[in-house]
């Protein structure tokens, strides 16, 4: 019967997980039918939702679904559903869970309500966890969440396997924000600061700003800097919102009171602060020419060190315009100009990376028009060393993807 099956699945351009323990419901099953079914037996659905082409959703079938005691605890528990968010019914179903990450792990009752939820990769010791989880009437993410105030460390921990960090952001700073400042130093508060506030306009985090000196003695310099200078460059793309529809928005006041807040500070770097928060905000807007002139200034002011360090940033301004605003002649004669300085300015290079400065320069001049000086850069190209360059090094990821058509 498992063979008819797995040929039916192939048929339809299913992904059927033959390696797994976990005994899954085959496609003739609707997802109506499978709440029906949860509700008769009185248990919850755990539905793996994945796409075909995610990598860790295959190493997960392969290294944990296929261990025994894993299939024994779910198919004990669970009305287990294998479904392809791309495909079929599954489209409808990432929209009404907003499936937005793979693997994600849903745990869902007969009445379509989610009770736990785990998103990613994971061991099978921690998988196993996460399925008793679900099924405890008290360590499940739903009833975590109507009791936050009792297990507040419980619920972080949830939020953060369901990979909710926005929520778990605002847990921890009212948890934070419910006891005196003079508190914010000790262990218990610098965790859940360290691990969970993401908001760097937030009253605690700006606390470690102006206390970072005595912070650093207790829990580390490095640890305690790292958390300020990652916190900061991440906030503020949040300022900006994708619309369905229109172009996309800033919210500019918030984002004005955000510099605000940064000018007010004593953190030491905050020039370099400010110029990449604009930066991130003029890329989702694709406003180039600010973009540009931000870039500009930061050379200016030398908030970029013609060094290995520098160079790989000054490589990901260049690259962004030559990808995205090959249009803008303003803005690519200003990163031609940068891509120049990569090739003559930044010493102790590798081969790859300088190979791959004298081909983005190369590309940038062909963008601005300069044909001829473009052939002569790219005679100096060793095309072997380009290939394994481009193969070993991945495009500069962006701080948040454009919303579709934008």
């Known amino acids: 019967?498992?063979?008819?099956?797995?040929?039916?699945?192939?048929?339809?351009?299913?992904?059927?997980?033959?390696?797994?323990?976990?005994s899954f419901k085959d496609s003739s099953w609707t997802w109506k039918a499978m709440l029906a079914e949860a509700k008769a037996q009185n248990k919850l659905i755990f539905m793996d939702a994945y796409a075909v082409w995610c990598g860790p959703c295959k190493w997960m079938t392969k290294n944990v679904f296929g261990?025994?005691?894993?299939?024994?605890?779910?198919?004990?528990?669970?009305?287990?559903?294998?479904?392809?968010?791309?495909?079929?019914?599954?489209?409808?179903?990432?929209?009404?869970?907003?499936?937005?990450?793979?693997?994600?792990?849903?745990?869902?009752?007969?009445?379509?309500?989610?009770?736990?939820?785990?998103?990613?990769?994971?061991?099978?010791?921690?998988?196993?966890?996460?399925?008793?989880?679900?099924?405890s009437p008290t360590r499940n993410l739903l009833y975590l969440s109507r009791h936050a105030g009792d297990n507040t460390t419980g619920y972080l921990k949830a939020l953060k396997n369901a990979y909710d960090l926005t929520e778990a952001g605002k847990v921890a700073l009212a948890s934070l924000e419910a006891q005196p400042p003079s508190t914010w130093i000790e262990a218990a508060n610098w965790e859940l600061i360290n691990d969970y506030v993401k908001d760097a306009s937030s009253a605690p985090f700006l606390y470690v700003v102006e206390n970072e000196k005595t912070f650093g003695e207790r829990y580390g310099q490095d640890e305690v800097a790292q958390k300020l200078y990652s916190t900061f460059l991440a906030w503020p793309i949040n300022y900006v919102s994708y619309p369905e529809q229109g172009k996309t928005l800033l919210d500019e006041k918030g984002f004005s009171d955000f510099m605000?807040?940064?000018?007010?500070?004593?953190?030491?770097?905050?020039?370099?602060?400010?110029?990449?928060?604009?930066?991130?905000?003029?890329?989702?807007?694709?406003?180039?020419?600010?973009?540009?002139?931000?870039?500009?200034?930061?050379?200016?002011?030398?908030?970029?060190?013609?060094?290995?360090?520098?160079?790989?940033?000054?490589?990901?301004?260049?690259?962004?315009?030559?990808?995205?605003?090959?249009?803008?002649?303003?803005?690519?004669?200003?990163?031609?100009?940068w891509a120049k300085l990569l090739t003559t300015d930044i010493p102790g290079l590798n081969a790859n990376q300088k190979v791959l400065y004298l081909d983005l320069y190369a590309t940038l001049l062909e963008q601005k028009g300069d044909h001829d000086l473009a052939v002569d850069v790219r005679k100096n190209l060793d095309k072997e060393k380009l290939e394994a360059a481009k193969s070993g090094r991945p495009f500069q990821m962006l701080v948040k993807p454009a919303a579709p058509g934008k």
């Not at 040929?7 to 997980?17: H, K």
């Not at 495909?87 to 693997?103: H, I, T």
């Not at 770097?269 to 500009?296: C, F, G, P």
């Open 1 to 22: 019967m498992r063979q008819y099956t797995l040929i039916f699945c192939l048929l339809l351009g299913m992904s059927f997980p033959a390696k797994s323990q976990i």
């Open 67 to 135: 261990v025994p005691e894993v299939g024994q605890l779910y198919n004990r528990n669970f009305v287990n559903a294998y479904i392809d968010m791309e495909r079929g019914e599954g489209v409808a179903l990432r929209k009404q869970y907003n499936v937005r990450y793979y693997p994600t792990y849903l745990f869902i009752n007969g009445d379509g309500e989610v009770v736990h939820k785990v998103v990613g990769q994971t061991d099978t010791t921690s998988f196993i966890q996460h399925g008793l989880d679900a099924i």
């Open 260 to 337: 605000a807040k940064l000018e007010k500070s004593s953190y030491a770097k905050k020039d370099e602060i400010r110029a990449k928060s604009q930066l991130t905000i003029h890329y989702a807007l694709r406003d180039w020419n600010k973009y540009a002139a931000v870039v500009n200034r930061m050379l200016s002011a030398k908030l970029i060190p013609m060094n290995i360090q520098g160079g790989d940033w000054l490589y990901g301004y260049a690259q962004n315009i030559q990808r995205f605003a090959a249009e803008n002649k303003k803005a690519v004669k200003a990163a031609t100009a």
